[in-house]
């Protein structure tokens, strides 16, 4: 059975046995004449007591299943690859998996059978799963029933369990976190065995191309990242001075100035923006800016390149507007009321009163708005792939084409990479580096915000 199958199956079993826990509460609260808890509470017991052993089981099967089929496959294969290392052995298996999935057919005889052998284990493994998974909610569905009794104190075991999903939640949040940091570390570690650490940090040249003849420049690959960090930063800078002082203005002008009318058509309408899809302002600055920008650099003298870093930057900065007047204005709304009338009761003027009170005590959030929309920028691909392109310039010029540490980690995972050469292990490499900016970003806001806050009554 397919997966949607054995959900749906699940789901119908689950409203079943609620049903039937909530029918025999009720029936014991006519023969006892009390009952602790509502019947709903105890038909969503018994429903719980179902589905706790179904996902036990499940993620057993998740841990064992597959290195079970590929060890009954390795132990069906020819001498040959038993014999053979971990790679060959993780290719033949891909062999025989790929045709099975996607249904093609294998002219070599051998790799036929195993193909045949493999897709006859895996439906009765799917039959099995079926099964266990049945047996699972059964029992324990039964179990809950038996549990059910006038005193009974279903809601709090409900409420219990509810507080343990939430905090298995959380911790599935922290570990998923964990596992990428580790498993960016781990394959940066292998880089950087490969590719001196000062190197990385310090070359002046992004080649990660090996070349062919030893003679070519950077026949070894050039993996130096200063290129990429210049790009990132110019760009990334390119856009916060389009979009903090708009954004930041938008936000006084709506908090402030705007009537409640206005305010709730801009507001909307401005926060459109955020939901454009980057590849359209990657179109868009492409198509639209970038030709402009070149077109204005002829005509007064200047020589813009078709894929700009100020193309991308501009368009960039217009995406990210959002982000810094949502925030903001959000911020200057939690000002109290009671700062300005004060204010304003001291003689100060509107300006007066948002320059010297409103302001500042708005800062830490602004500032959050702020580094959150530089995150933001650093973080982004589609604009400058389509707008600034691909040339690892060292420049801090804004009319040369320059590219960003995103980018390349794009370029260097496309189509089919062997994870044991410099040049796609370098992807996790820029990872790690763009995962220690946005960390120190976020070390920084959080150290504005408790510095500068303020609690009001």
């Not at 039964?142 to 709090?156: E, S, V, Y």
């Not at 530089?374 to 084409?401: D, K, Q, Y």
Request: hydrophobic letters at 50%; aromatic letters at 8%; glycine letters at 8%.
């Amino acid at each position: 059975m397919t997966t949607t199958s054995i959900f749906l199956c699940l789901a119908l079993l689950g409203f079943g046995f609620y049903l039937l826990g909530r029918w025999r509460a009720m029936n014991a609260s006519v023969i006892s004449g009390k009952l602790h808890s509502l019947p709903s509470f105890h038909g969503a017991y018994v429903a719980m007591c179902m589905f706790v052993p179904v996902l036990v089981v499940i993620i057993a099967w998740l841990l064992y299943s597959g290195n079970s089929v590929d060890q009954q496959l390795l132990n069906a294969a020819p001498i040959e690859i038993q014999e053979a290392g971990q790679l060959d052995q993780t290719k033949y298996l891909y062999s025989i998996i790929t045709p099975a999935v996607q249904g093609l057919e294998v002219s070599d005889s051998a790799l036929a059978a195993q193909v045949t052998n493999f897709q006859e284990l895996t439906k009765r493994n799917k039959l099995i799963r079926f099964i266990l998974i049945l047996l699972a909610a059964v029992l324990g569905g039964l179990w809950g029933l038996l549990k059910i009794k006038p005193d009974f104190r279903a809601r709090n075991q409900f409420e219990s369990g509810v507080k343990y999903l939430l905090m298995a939640c959380s911790l599935i949040a922290i570990l998923t976190t964990i596992g990428i940091v580790l498993s960016v570390l781990f394959e940066s570690i292998r880089f950087f065995n490969k590719v001196p650490l000062h190197e990385f940090l310090f070359g002046t040249q992004w080649s990660p191309q090996i070349a062919i003849r030893a003679d070519q420049v950077g026949s070894s690959g050039a993996f130096g990242v200063i290129p990429l960090v210049t790009g990132t930063l110019l760009i990334a800078t390119l856009a916060m001075l389009v979009a903090a002082p708009i954004g930041l203005m938008a936000a006084i002008y709506l908090s402030e100035y705007a009537s409640s009318r206005v305010r709730s058509v801009a507001k909307p309408m401005l926060e459109i923006l955020a939901g454009i899809p980057t590849v359209v302002y990657g179109f868009f600055a492409a198509l639209t800016v970038a030709p402009f920008l070149r077109n204005w650099g002829d005509s007064v003298g200047l020589t813009i390149s078709s894929e700009s870093a100020l193309a991308a930057g501009v368009v960039m900065g217009v995406m990210i507007i959002p982000y810094v007047s949502s925030l903001s204005d959000d911020a200057i709304n939690a000002v109290p009321n009671s700062l300005r009338e004060g204010a304003y009761g001291l003689g100060s003027t509107k300006s007066e009163t948002i320059k010297q009170v409103i302001f500042p005590a708005a800062l830490p959030g602004i500032v959050s708005a702020l580094l959150l929309a530089v995150s933001r920028a650093i973080g982004e691909t589609m604009i400058v792939v389509m707008a600034a392109g691909l040339a690892a310039n060292l420049t801090a010029n804004p009319f040369e084409s320059v590219t960003t540490i995103t980018v390349q980690i794009v370029t260097l995972l496309v189509g089919d990479q062997e994870f044991d050469s410099p040049k796609t292990l370098a992807a996790f490499a820029l990872g790690l580096s763009l995962f220690i900016v946005t960390l120190c970003l976020n070390i920084i806001a959080l150290r504005v915000v408790r510095k500068y806050r303020e609690r009001y009554d």
